[in-house]
Each structure stands twice: as C-alpha cells, then as structure tokens.
C-alpha cells in the first residue's frame, strides 16, 4: 500500500510540472513582439534546471496569435542547465524537449524577455513570467507605451496553459 501512495503521489507531483499544456502568445498591438522563453523547474534547489531559448528569438506579428505544445519549434536552439556548472545548446527536436520527454516533464514555462519592435525599430523590451519564479524575478504585467502585456496560466484537467499577452 505504501508503495502504491508513493507511486500514485510522484506521479500526480510529476504531472504538476509537466509542460503538458500549450504556450499561446498573443499579440493584439500594432508592433511585432520578440521574445526569448524561459521554463524550469520551480522546486529544484539553486535555480539551475531551466531551459531557455537561445536561438533564434521568437517573433509573433502585430494581430496574431501562436501556439506550442513542447519545446519542438521548427529551427530553434534550447541552453539547457542540469547543474549548477553547465549549460548545453540543444535543438527542439531533442527527445528530452519533445513532449514527454524527461526535461519537459520536470519543467514549466515561466518568463519571457521580450523586447517590440515596429518596422525593425526597436521600441522597448522587458520581462514578464510567473511570480513564483524567484530565481530571476519578474512581473506578471507590465505597462509599456505599445501596450500592456500580461503572463498568465490556467490550469484545466491536469493540464497547464501559459499565456503571453499583449494588448
């Protein structure tokens, strides 16, 4: 029996961190957003088990929306941190990113750096995430003169979805 509630409570631990759910980005403003994301592991001692998007940043045009279920965006590069002393570049097609695999289960996404752009001019960049992120702290809202953009999540079925928004 003990093994059983053992078994039955790592598994509901694991299904609480696990990426499981999408990360929608939408951008009702009139300028393009750029952004780099970050996910992790919000109870891993140190604040090294995260995962952050290095190359290329992520653009979402001005009036649209997308959406991703794992870490396996066509073209990108991943700096993965497992320890404290390294960090590796992994692509997204990594089966340790892909849904189910063993960092995407331990991690959720939890900020975004980001920076609007209008006609390649720069306008202004900051960060937004979870505030329970502590390990690089930022607002889940911030004001800037293009607009506001919010971080959010909503927990459905087992399933956590973030979202980045802009308006």
Not at 93 to 104: Q, R
Not at 137 to 164: A, D, K, L, M, R
Request: net charge neutral; hydrophobic share 35%; charged share 5%.
């Amino acid at each position: 029996m003990k093994k059983l509630l053992t078994i039955l409570g790592l598994l509901s631990l694991s299904s609480v961190y696990a990426q499981g759910g999408p990360l929608v980005i939408n951008n009702y403003t009139s300028a393009d957003f750029h952004t780099r994301i970050t996910a992790a592991n919000l109870f891993t001692p140190g604040c090294y088990f995260y995962v952050t998007l290095e190359n290329p940043e992520l653009i979402i045009p001005s009036g649209t929306s997308v959406s991703y279920n794992s870490y396996n965006i066509p073209g990108t590069t991943w700096k993965v941190s497992t320890s404290p002393t390294t960090a590796n570049p992994r692509p997204g097609s990594h089966p340790s990113l892909m849904l189910g695999g063993a960092i995407s289960l331990h991690t959720q996404w939890v900020m975004s750096q980001f920076q609007f752009y209008q006609s390649g001019t720069p306008l202004y960049s900051g960060s937004v995430g979870d505030i329970s992120y502590t390990c690089d702290p930022v607002p889940n809202v911030v004001q800037t003169p293009v607009g506001t953009v919010e971080w959010f999540t909503i927990t459905t079925g087992g399933g956590i979805s973030t979202y980045v928004q802009m308006y």
